[in-house]
């Protein structure tokens, strides 16, 4: 059986990406927690962000190394592309488009 250099070092940089898509959607999840205990509207950036959390969560399966895996690279690149449109998202949710130490109590109410 021959070992290929990517089916070693490809799940170092999915597992990262799984750990760090995990702690998103905790975040996230906790916030629209308070807002459904205080009867409030949804944000869409809030719910785009935790779909795309959702579904890097769920590319779990990508982390079994086989000879074909090497060509999900796409979807890897699709996944940044959204976690970059999610970060610019979260980034402009500030109504003063600054970030103090207000801006938690303004933006996102009582939570």
């Given at each position: 059986m021959i070992?290929?250099?990517?089916?070693?070092?490809?799940?170092i940089p999915l597992v990262g990406e799984l750990i760090?898509?995990?702690?998103?959607?905790?975040?996230?999840?906790?916030y629209e927690?308070?807002?459904d205990r205080a009867n409030?509207?949804?944000n869409g950036r809030i719910v785009y962000s935790l779909v795309i959390?959702?579904?890097?969560?769920?590319s779990i399966i990508l982390?079994?190394?086989?000879?074909?895996?090497f060509y999900f690279f796409g979807l890897d690149f699709i996944f940044?592309?959204?976690w970059m449109v999610a970060f610019g998202l979260m980034a402009n949710l500030t109504v003063s488009h600054v970030c103090n130490s207000t801006w938690i109590w303004h933006d996102w109410g009582y939570y």
């Amino acid at each position: 059986m021959i070992v290929r250099g990517h089916e070693i070092f490809s799940p170092i940089p999915l597992v990262g990406e799984l750990i760090s898509a995990a702690v998103v959607m905790g975040i996230l999840a906790g916030y629209e927690h308070y807002i459904d205990r205080a009867n409030a509207s949804n944000n869409g950036r809030i719910v785009y962000s935790l779909v795309i959390a959702f579904l890097t969560l769920f590319s779990i399966i990508l982390l079994i190394p086989f000879h074909a895996s090497f060509y999900f690279f796409g979807l890897d690149f699709i996944f940044f592309v959204c976690w970059m449109v999610a970060f610019g998202l979260m980034a402009n949710l500030t109504v003063s488009h600054v970030c103090n130490s207000t801006w938690i109590w303004h933006d996102w109410g009582y939570y």
